[in-house]
């Protein structure tokens, strides 16, 4: 494994930083729970511009040697799932 570029957390931190320096993205949470009842958390939640409407944005950051061939497709199921879910796809 690489350990030579930015941590994880170091990443997502600036990934936030980006997207609270455009206008269109707004709200932004680091670590917070995607939904009240839900005991996942999500790395990054903010909200976008989506015409008139704000979309939710759910932000999970992982680096490359995390998802390797064997475990990127059951990680790609499970956040299908979870956008299916009536909870994710709520538009404000």
Not at 18 to 44: C, K, Q
Request: hydrophobic share 35%.
């Amino acid at each position: 494994m690489d350990y030579s570029g930015p941590t994880e957390l170091h990443f997502y931190r600036y990934m936030s930083d980006l997207l609270s320096r455009h206008p269109d993205y707004s709200d932004i949470v680091l670590e917070a729970l995607i939904s009240p009842t839900s005991r996942y958390r999500a790395d990054i939640i903010a909200y976008g511009k989506k015409g008139r409407r704000k979309e939710k944005l759910v932000i999970e950051c992982k680096s490359f040697s995390v998802l390797d061939d064997a475990r990127l497709a059951p990680v790609l199921a499970r956040l299908t799932d979870t956008l299916k879910s009536s909870v994710m796809r709520t538009l404000y």
